[in-house]
């Protein structure tokens, strides 16, 4: 049996091996994650809400039915939800004041059927109050404790970093599953729009809200996409032997160590055989402009029933974001509509020429806590703006997103992400794993 001090470490594929062969059982495994969010994991300060009782025994029933030869593929495991997502029985309040008590009486879709597979629920992962930014306080990153783990699924990717948990799920709407996965060195898929069902979930925009996984791998990913989505009618083709990778050419103004892992990503694709070429796309820096109007317009609307009386319970970071959505124009909000509508257009007329993109992830490592401005090769951008800079062509097009991790730089993870065409998500999480395995970043940050 491993010993418990190892067990915080292991993934999902390896935990269900480890389950079949007998090596140790659920309940260890709880244990020994409870004992590190307890331990180390309070100064990372991951979980809004902790199920402790409730994740033993759903551990000792798993183990119990593993005996029995249930083989299911998350049968056990242990799962952080992002607390935007509602858990039946267990406090959803979106990080805020505002829902404060707040107990829903269903879970959301995506989690249901993660634990129909045999899911854990291990506790609810801290966001960005409303997921309404990118900083997720008071969570911090792993691999820095003076640097945010970014948002607004920082809870998650910390989680995940730090070793508190093996897999968890998200939500990302301008990439908020993808800026703290990039920050934090972990794997976080935004799927195409609509893969994952967004009902049961508090939202921040009905247009740009995703649910997606987020683990250590890809292939941890795609176990987790695959229980949620287990209802399709075919199987998911397989990934060519080679495929044609378009690298976005000009992103705008990225730190070195970023410039230099999209380049090792594109060798590392080409040694494993695919076609590498630059694209162009014209505008792709303003898509955050566009996802950020939207945005603004359409959480303005969700709060409006009790904006004004429950004003003074939202944080001093997030009531100024709802109020300034009232201030655009139904003009402005239909204008960055069709300006999403032109760039979906112009994304699929790049996807018939290639298969796949590949992106810059984050701009730059991750900042230091606090920061307002974030500098990249020079030039300085508001913290949101940066870290949504790379990531929200994803939510105004629908495509699906992966971010990747490509290594440390002075100890903080940079790394990139993969994209392609609507419902090609099985595929770019095999060519993700392709990717990840050339790459081979570090899993988990020296706590």
């Known amino acids: 049996m491993a010993a418990p001090t190892e067990l915080f470490a292991l993934d999902v594929h390896q935990l269900a091996a480890g389950y079949r ?4 059982t659920p309940t260890d495994v709880v244990t020994a994650l409870l004992e590190r969010i307890d331990g180390a994991g309070k100064r990372v300060d991951a979980f809004s809400v902790v199920c402790a009782d409730a994740a033993l025994a759903a551990a000792e029933g798993a183990t119990e039915a593993i005996r029995q030869g249930d083989d299911r593929p998350l049968v056990g495991i242990p799962v952080a939800v992002k607390d935007m997502l509602d858990t039946a029985g267990v406090p959803t309040e979106a990080g805020s004041r505002v829902f404060e008590g707040r107990v829903p009486q269903e879970d959301a879709p995506a989690w249901a059927a993660l634990r129909d597979a045999g899911a854990i629920l291990l506790g609810k992962a801290r966001t960005h109050e409303f997921a309404y930014g990118s900083a997720t306080p008071p969570t911090k990153n792993p691999w820095s404790l003076d640097r945010t783990p970014g948002g607004s699924s920082g809870g998650s990717a910390a989680a995940l970093a730090a070793g508190l948990a093996p897999a968890a799920l998200g939500t990302d709407t301008g990439g908020s599953i993808r800026i703290p996965s990039g920050l934090c060195g972990t794997v976080g ?50 990934l060519p ?7 976005i050419a000009d992103p705008g103004p990225l730190h070195p160590a970023v410039a230099g892992a999209v ?37 303005a609307l969700y ?19 709802v109020a300034a959505g009232y201030g655009i124009s139904r003009d402005e909000y ?47 951008d508001q913290f949101d703006h ?40 099985f595929q770019l999480l095999d060519l993700g794993q392709q990717l990840w395995e050339a790459l081979a970043p570090p899993q988990l940050a020296p706590l």
């Open 334 to 380: 239909l204008a960055a509509r069709r300006e999403a509508a032109r760039f979906s257009r112009l994304f699929a007329d790049i996807l018939e020429r290639v298969d796949y993109l590949l992106v810059a992830g984050m701009p730059a490592p991750a900042p230091l806590i606090g920061a307002e401005e974030i500098e990249m090769a020079g030039a300085v």
């Open 21 to 24: 062969r007998g090596d140790f």
């Open 303 to 321: 709060h409006a029933p009790w904006f004004e009386a429950k004003r003074d319970r939202y944080t001093e970071n997030v009531e100024p974001r």
């Open 189 to 238: 898929l935004k799927p195409t729009k609509d893969l994952v069902p967004t009902v049961g979930t508090i939202p921040l925009s009905w247009t740009l809200d995703h649910v997606g996984p987020m683990a250590r791998t890809p292939r941890d990913c795609k176990t987790l996409l695959e229980a949620i989505v287990s209802g399709q009618p075919t199987a998911p083709p397989e």
């Open 386 to 425: 940066a870290l949504c800079r790379n990531t929200s062509f994803g939510n105004i097009t629908g495509l699906p997103a992966l971010a990747i991790p490509a290594g440390l730089h002075e100890g903080l993870p940079v790394g990139v992400q993969l994209a392609g065409p609507w419902f090609s998500d």
């Open 241 to 247: 032997r080679q495929v044609k990778v378009g690298v």
């Open 263 to 299: 380049e090792r990503a594109a060798e590392a694709l080409r040694e494993v055989g695919h076609a590498v070429e630059a694209v162009e796309v014209p505008g792709f820096e303003t898509c955050v402009d566009v996802d950020f109007t939207i945005i603004g317009a359409e959480a």
